[in-house]
């Protein structure tokens, strides 16, 4: 695989809904021209109408919107906001519209998980954030634990073509003529920072393993520590041995994984594959001030990565996913202090000697839960390969 890197770029750091929302709402309020928004999950709450009000007004002033959301991910958004979009002017299209709650199929479980937003092709978005409220449980009080970037610079011109390839591929799928892509309009940023950067996604096409192969690079380059911070760790045998031959080279390894779980099967899954990675030196904090939604890692202070995609089969083998791998230490460090942030008020270290002492019983229902997980895998067409 072969990164296509631009430099010249400004990036800031976005961390939670806090600081993503406002400037995704302020750059649609100042488009002009175009926007086109995709995401996972567009719900109904305050958050989700707040950024439809944005939406509706740049469309109400002329401004062509187009709205991509996934049919698994979205089924609150076709229910209950479509419609008014749709009335107020915005072009909506929906992935894979969902129809049977109960299929397994490997087609059911290819979903639209890229979080991005370009505005004028000059502005964007990508991260792992869905339009939703940070405190969607409200019996978890602090806000759910997510990332996310805003783009100017070169960077934009591959965003800008990805999120028109997808968006003129489900129109065709979907038999929509009138929301075809006319003419070839293009991005041409002009460059405007020092940040230099890659967008990195992966499709069922030509970039499979794009975002594992551009983790897998980074690792294997590591000299001095990792830290990695991912919502659903599952990796597979090479991106594990990968980390494990990391470990014994001397790379100091932080894992920072979600504690209070919205998947239960995929927590207790990932569980399954402490002792390994604990006996191998490999440090494991479980974030419990939250929901831990990131989906980002930083490597020696100058390579980081922030996006959609999990370190899980379904992120890596089936969904679509975007990713923004950054080689610059500024950004690389403030991503780091970040993380250290959220260790430091929401972690809890999982410590070799206490994971050995734990209940047996317990272990046994890890195992359990990984082994239905790759069931689940198997039956969707991908175990083999996994």
């Not at 780091?336 to 000697?353: F, K, M, P, S, V």
Request: glycine share 8%.
């Amino acid at each position: 695989m072969s990164i296509v890197w631009y430099p010249a770029n400004a990036l800031t750091l976005l961390e939670n809904g806090a600081e993503f929302f406002p400037a995704l709402t302020a750059a649609i309020d100042l488009a002009r021209a175009e926007i086109f928004l995709e995401t996972y999950i567009f719900a109904s709450d305050e958050t989700g109408q707040e950024i439809a009000d944005a939406l509706r007004r740049a469309a109400q002033r002329g401004v062509t919107v187009r709205v991509l959301v996934d049919g698994f991910g979205g089924r609150e958004f076709v229910a209950e906001m479509m419609q008014g979009l749709v009335d107020a002017g915005v072009n909506v299209l929906i992935y894979r519209r969902e129809v049977s709650t109960l299929s397994l199929r490997r087609r059911r479980l290819r979903r639209l998980h890229r979080k991005l937003a370009v505005i004028d092709g000059r502005i964007a978005f990508v991260g792992g954030i869905n339009i939703v409220s940070d405190f969607e449980d409200p019996r978890v009080p602090a806000p759910r634990q997510d990332y996310a970037v805003r783009i100017e610079g070169p960077l934009l011109a591959p965003i800008h073509g990805s999120v028109r390839r997808v968006w003129e591929l489900v129109a065709w799928a979907s038999f929509r003529r009138r929301l075809r892509l006319l003419g070839t309009s293009q991005a041409f940023p002009q460059p405007c920072g020092d940040v230099e950067a890659a967008l990195v996604i992966r499709d069922n096409i030509r970039h499979r393993h794009d975002i594992e192969n551009a983790y897998l690079l980074g690792i294997a380059s590591a000299r001095r520590d990792i830290l990695l911070a991912n919502a659903y760790f599952l990796p597979g045998r090479r991106f594990r041995q990968t980390l494990l031959d990391a470990a014994r080279r001397g790379v100091r390894i932080t894992l920072l994984i979600q504690g209070i779980a919205d998947h239960p099967l995929q927590q207790r899954a990932t569980r399954a594959l402490y002792g390994q990675l604990l006996d191998a030196g490999i440090r494991i904090v479980e974030y419990h001030r939250s929901y831990l939604h990131a989906k980002v890692a930083v490597i020696d202070d100058h390579w980081a990565t922030v996006g959609s995609s999990n370190i899980d089969p379904f992120s890596l083998l089936l969904a679509r996913e975007a990713n923004v791998v950054v080689r610059n230490a500024t950004f690389a460090s403030g991503l780091r202090t970040r993380l250290q942030q959220a260790i430091d008020i929401g972690g809890h270290e999982i410590h070799a000697n206490d994971w050995q002492r734990g209940s047996r019983l317990q272990r046994l229902i890890n195992w359990a839960a990984y082994g239905l997980v790759r069931l689940m895998i198997g039956i969707a067409g991908y175990g083999n390969r996994h």
